[in-house]
């Protein structure tokens, strides 16, 4: 070896003497290796053996089994230090671990094998010795992981000494599987060692640390739900029998706050375990069964239910000899006893359980006892089905019919019999439970998923018919969806159970009260997202839709499973005959039915419509064709409706997450648009949209049209779209728009993007009745035509998101709402100044003086052109995609500023002052009080006009009022957050400001009304301008209550709206009361309504005076508010004399006091007479006779009594009583 190098070198490439030199060099260098192995010299020499990981595994199988011992015994003694002892270098120390931990992984897997040596080298088992003490103080991650390989490899061999090792690996894979980012692998490898559990020494006190990582690991959700975790934990359970239990404990801890899948892994792992336990361990095992049965049986529903899952798999297999056994001796001693409790929870869950479990006949048990022991469960089962509580009823009725499904042909025909007239005599008809008449329907349900129950079902069913006209929509649901499943039975025939027609019926109602359920939960859909209550559909509650839906589904096949002509025929018998329940029947199919299949389906009634309509219209009957023209083009409406038929349009899908995520449409497939079509054609419904003949039917049939072709492309219709455009712009120049009318033509405008050039007049018409308003002109007729056609268009949530997207129809909404304002503003100080200029109080010499004008000849108009273009400035600002910051409040803070000026103001004032009494004039100064008035009336606007301007403040109180509740929405600016300080003002300045707007606001408006009501009262009867006044006011005050505002704020509105009642005002007494009502609930709880609402009642003089009718409207309502008057009448309490409530407190009856006064009685009693002492002692001997309390705690009753003094009775609390009073 000393001369290879220079052998090598010396020579020629390609020679013979360069192999022979090749095979010297090789020969010499395995001999330096093997040397350089065996002969570590120091620590260093680990750090060599870890950088060529490949080197060093090619050295160790080369080198042969007589040289492991040396070649270890080496290792150790240059490790030995660094293996006992701390080095002062831990990097040199941490170094040497890693090849020391190197060279043990390769030793391991290369160089022993156990089927040939078993005997491991006992250098090698004492350096692993070492190693296994500090695996888990060794820092790095890969060390640790070297040498837990090599532990493995030698535990799962057959190696003498391995057992010594058992515990250090299973505690280091263990601890891996409970790391955070454990994964599915690191429980693979606990599992591939679960039999060395067993052999672990679980007496040694050592083990405890092993138990609680294992404990822990029945508690990880990953660890069990992983592939091999019920494997696991059956091997935690056997693995001792003093373990069990604490492994049984550890699980019912997480039972309650697992998921589904983890719930699913203990159920399995808890069977498992029984399967393998034997001996003392079944034992344990069977207790733990015991322990789950009473779990499931005597504890509250959704204990009983995780309990119920934990025992799944033995109900799973309990036909199996073993399980049935255990189950038997289990379950009969408790389950039968649980049926006759008082508890009805108990027997609920009993009943839920028997349903698993059913039949509990023990394999030892002959012919006539099983058949006696099947009949007396039967027996028992139906007694559930008559139980008093309503959940038991509900439990026995599933439980019966999943038993009668299961064992239908094992089962007694005569217990049979019974049941199933108990189910439908007694639960189908229980008038109190809805739940158990929809339990029934849903039980018949899963009967007849056994065959061989249909000939009996199909006597059966006919007698519970009535469900489907049940007041319950849950017991509907149910009813419809049995006979869904009915109509896949060949047995049994839906039409021998109901009529057609009465599903026609059925369907038609379910669909009217589905649109009123609509209709209801829009209109409190805003309370429920202010108040964060879900609503029933959200709730996932059964409502009148989701049953006209499986109807629809049940009805449908019967429709679409024909050809198309067959199809046509029946939808026109139906339309003739059974209207409503066609439009519902089509209304509900969009999930059942494919959109081709509806477009061909809409296509060719619409053309045999029409076609039919221009036969008819020839005959006298053409009043009839209408309205079956008009259902046709409805039926076709409804069918088109949400089919993609317009390329590039759009459509919504849910996405991952719960969002909608849009798609492009591709439109229909060439064959069947080429259908579509040819089948509707301009030429055959032209004529109907352009007829005049009969004004209000032509217009019903024009608006069903455009329903019906809205979702076509406009394309291909060019002269219905332009139709569409033309007769919307005219209405918007029209005084007298069509509602109806008027909504048809906007939502077509709105499918066919027609919206922006149809709309135009709408707003230049808007625009030119701002400036003629401005200068107080009179306005033309079409402005109210706008006008209509602007609330239709917002009011409308589709058309207005396209409004206001559109960036040009935004920039000209914004100018029409800018142009409104700015009018309102020069039209109020134009006619403001008019009315208080001199020339207007001084009337010509002996004419009478006419009315003022304020708002000029279009003064009506004002109110409903302020509303419009607040409700533009509040979407422009919160839901324009553009967002107009805070253009909607500082165009309303310049109107209220002009509303509420100074001017105003000082009007007011000079009005009420000339209605006041003048003083005392020279006698040549002729002026009456007459005078004064009729300049004050003179200065008064027309009657008209003061409604106008009446109306004209609460509109703008309204904007002022939705402006406020949607603040929340505005984030405050930098310098508002930076000046503003939390502790004194948690609002938004801007919110602040909007509260004294619309306290500024009221008092003018309040100002108004009574000056109106002074100078020209009302005398038609109909309520004053101030009740009216107070009525609007009270309903904005309801409104501010149930929004997030500062209580002192409310409050303070509140007080002055109480200040304002008089005995004329309010009109209504119940207008006082509801207002009250809304916010006693609204703020029961707050002591500043407390205190207001006590010095009400005690008429302070520290609060505002207040009219009598406050104090009796407070006494008529307060009493339904129980924690307000506890609040009042503890807070009067306080005021009295703290010594008398101190008497008070100390003189309330308590059982101790009652018993000093019976014997004090006593003592008294002793010297009377005897015949007070004979009524005394029957007395007490009837309410002896009577006592609840002896009967049922007769122990303590003896007590009691042998406890009284001589000669007393016992009382029913077990004190003596005697004299002549009773004991409470």
Not at 365 to 374: C, H, P, R, Y
Not at 382 to 404: F, M, N, W
Not at 1016 to 1032: E, F, L
Not at 1035 to 1042: D, K
């Amino acid at each position: 070896s000393v001369g290879s190098t220079g052998m090598h070198g010396g020579c020629k490439p390609g020679s013979s003497g360069d192999v022979a030199a090749d095979h010297i060099w090789m020969v010499g260098r395995y001999v330096q290796q093997r040397r350089r192995l065996l002969d570590l010299k120091d620590v260093s020499s680990f750090n060599e053996l870890r950088e060529d990981d490949e080197e060093l595994r090619r050295e160790l199988e080369d080198l042969a089994p007589e040289e492991h011992e040396r070649l270890w015994r080496r290792a150790f003694e240059l490790a030995s230090a660094q293996l006992s002892a701390s080095s002062e270098d831990p990097g040199e120390r941490t170094s040497m671990l890693r090849g020391l931990a190197t060279l043990l992984d390769a030793f391991t897997e290369i160089c022993v094998d156990a089927s040939r040596v078993a005997v491991l080298p006992p250098s090698f088992v004492e350096t692993m010795a070492r190693c296994q003490e500090l695996l888990f103080s060794i820092p790095d991650a890969a060390t640790r992981e070297l040498i837990a390989s090599a532990l493995e490899r030698i535990c799962t061999s057959q190696f003498e000494g391995r057992d010594n090792f058992y515990g250090g690996i299973l505690m280091y894979l263990v601890g891996r599987c409970l790391e955070t980012q454990a994964l599915a692998a690191d429980v693979n490898r606990l599992h591939r060692l679960k039999d060395l559990l067993v052999e672990l020494d679980w007496e040694h006190e050592s083990i405890d640390s092993l138990k609680m990582q294992l404990m822990r690991c029945a508690a990880t959700p990953l660890f069990i739900r992983s592939q091999h975790g019920p494997e696991m934990l059956a091997s935690f359970y056997t693995a001792h029998e003093g373990f069990t239990i604490e492994i049984h404990n550890t699980v019912k801890n997480q039972i309650m706050y697992c998921n589904a899948a983890a719930l699913k892994g203990y159920a399995v792992g808890f069977f498992r375990a029984w399967k393998r336990a034997e001996g003392s361990m079944l034992v344990q095992m069977e207790q733990c069964v015991q322990d789950w049965i009473l779990l499931a049986i005597r504890s509250a529903r959704k204990s009983a239910e995780r309990a119920r899952c934990m025992l799944e798999e033995f109900h799973r297999h309990h036909h199996e000899e073993g399980v049935k056994h255990v189950l038997c001796g289990l379950y009969g001693p408790i389950l039968w006893r649980s049926l006759k409790v008082a508890n009805c929870h108990v027997r609920e869950n009993a009943a839920r359980l028997l349903q698993y479990t059913f039949p509990l006949i023990p394999s030892k048990l002959g012919v006539a006892e099983t058949e006696q022991e099947l009949v007396k469960q039967l027996r028992s089962l139906r007694e559930t089905l008559e139980d008093p509580a309503e959940p038991v009823r509900r439990v026995g009725v599933s439980a019966v019919c999943v038993i009668l499904k299961n064992y239908w042909d094992m089962l007694p025909p005569s217990e049979v019999a019974e049941i199933l007239a108990v189910l439908m005599n007694r639960c189908a008809r229980d008038k109190k439970a809805p739940q158990v008449r929809a339990a029934v329907a849903e039980g018949f349900g899963w009967i007849l998923e056994n065959a061989l129950s249909h000939p009996t079902m199909g006597a059966v069913l006919p007698q519970i018919a009535d469900l489907l006209n049940d007041r319950s929509p849950l017991v509907r649901a149910a009813f419809v969806s049995l006979l869904n499943m009915m109509s896949h039975c060949r047995g049994v025939s839906v039409s021998g159970i109901v009529t057609n027609e009465a599903l026609l019926l059925r369907l038609a109602s379910e669909h009217a009260e589905g649109q009123a359920e609509r209709l209801q939960r829009a209109q409190r859909g805003l309370h429920s997202a202010s108040s964060g209550k879900p609503d029933s559909e959200s709730l996932g509650q059964v409502n009148s839709d989701a049953v006209a839906k499986q109807l629809a589904k049940l009805l449908a096949p019967s429709l679409f499973q024909q050809d198309l002509a067959q199809q046509v025929a029946r939808c026109h018998y139906l339309m003739q005959h059974w209207p409503l329940a066609l439009l519902a029947l089509l209304s509900h199919i969009r999930d059942i039915v494919g959109s081709a299949e509806r477009v061909k389906l809409a296509a060719a009634l619409f053309r045999f419509g029409l076609r039919e309509a221009a036969d008819q219209n020839q005959q006298p009957s053409a009043k009839e064709s209408g309205k079956v023209v008009a259902t046709m083009l409805r039926v076709v409406g409804i069918l088109l409706d949400g089919a993609e038929l317009r390329p590039g349009s759009s459509s919504s899908k849910m996405a991952s997450g719960g969002k909608k995520k849009k798609q492009p449409n591709r439109g229909l497939p060439a064959a069947l648009e080429k259908f579509v079509y040819d089948h509707i054609q301009e030429d055959d419904f032209i004529n109907l949209l352009r007829s005049s003949e009969d004004a209000d039917q032509a217009v019903h049939i024009r608006n069903d049209l455009l329903y019906a072709l809205a979702p076509l492309d406009p394309q291909r219709l060019p002269r219905t779209a332009e139709f569409a455009s033309q007769e919307l712009q005219i209405l918007c120049k029209s005084s007298v728009c069509n509602a109806h009318g008027l909504s048809a033509l906007l939502n077509t405008a709105f499918r066919w993007d027609l919206l922006p050039t149809a709309l135009a007049p709408a707003w230049e018409g808007l625009q030119s009745a701002a400036k003629r308003l401005s200068r107080l002109q009179s306005v033309p007729a079409e402005t109210a035509g706008a006008a209509t056609a602007m609330e239709a268009a917002l009011r409308q949530p589709q058309i207005r998101t396209a409004l206001l997207r559109h960036p040009q129809v935004a920039v000209c909404l914004a100018d029409v709402m800018r142009a409104l304002f700015d009018a309102l503003n020069a039209a109020w100080t134009t006619g403001l100044a008019r009315l208080t200029s001199p020339e207007l109080r001084v009337g010509a010499k002996g004419s009478k003086m006419a009315s003022s004008t304020l708002l000029g000849p279009g003064a009506t108009l004002w109110p409903r052109l302020l509303s419009l273009a607040s409700r533009i400035a509040m979407h422009m600002e919160h839901r324009s995609s553009a967002g107009q910051e805070g253009s909607a409040r500082k165009l309303l803070l310049q109107v209220v500023q002009n509303l509420t000026s100074e001017k105003v103001k000082s009007c007011l004032q000079g009005i009420r002052a000339s209605d006041d009494v003048a003083p005392p004039a020279p006698k040549r100064q002729k002026i009456t009080r007459k005078t004064s008035l009729d300049e004050a009336v003179s200065s008064l606007p027309s009657d008209l006009e003061v409604d106008a301007v009446l109306r004209l403040y609460e509109g703008v109180m309204q904007s002022v009022n939705a402006e406020q509740f949607l603040g929340v929405l505005v984030k405050p600016s930098p310098d508002e957050a930076s000046s503003s300080s939390a502790a004194v003002m948690p609002l938004p300045l801007s919110t602040r400001e909007l509260v004294e707007m619309s306290t500024g606001l009221e008092e003018t408006l309040w100002h108004w009304a009574s000056i109106a009501d002074a100078l020209r009262p009302r005398t038609d009867g109909r309520a004053s301008h101030q009740s009216d006044a107070w009525v609007y006011l009270a309903r904005l005050l309801q409104q501010t209550a149930h929004v997030e505002l500062q209580t002192a704020d409310v409050l303070n509105a509140f007080r002055r709206q109480l200040a304002r009642v008089s005995s004329t005002v309010p009109m209504q007494e119940p207008d006082l009361r509801q207002l009250l009502q809304v916010f006693f609930s609204r703020l029961e709880r707050k002591p500043q309504l407390v205190q207001l609402v006590a010095g009400i009642v005690e008429n302070r003089q520290d609060q505002l005076p207040f009219d009598s009718r406050v104090h009796d409207a407070v006494q008529a309502v307060l009493p339904s508010f129980h924690y307000l008057t506890l609040k009042l009448r503890r807070l009067q309490n306080a005021d009295e004399d703290p010594e008398q409530e101190r008497r008070r407190v100390l003189g309330m009856p308590t059982p101790q006091k009652a018993r000093k006064r019976q014997e004090e009685e006593y003592a008294e009693a002793s010297a009377s007479e005897s015949d007070a002492g004979a009524s005394v002692s029957s007395r007490l001997d009837s309410l002896r006779r009577t006592s609840l309390f002896k009967e049922c705690f007769p122990e303590l009753s003896t007590a009691a009594s042998s406890a009284c003094p001589p000669g007393a009775a016992p009382s029913e609390d077990g004190a003596g009583v005697s004299g002549g009073d009773d004991v409470d």
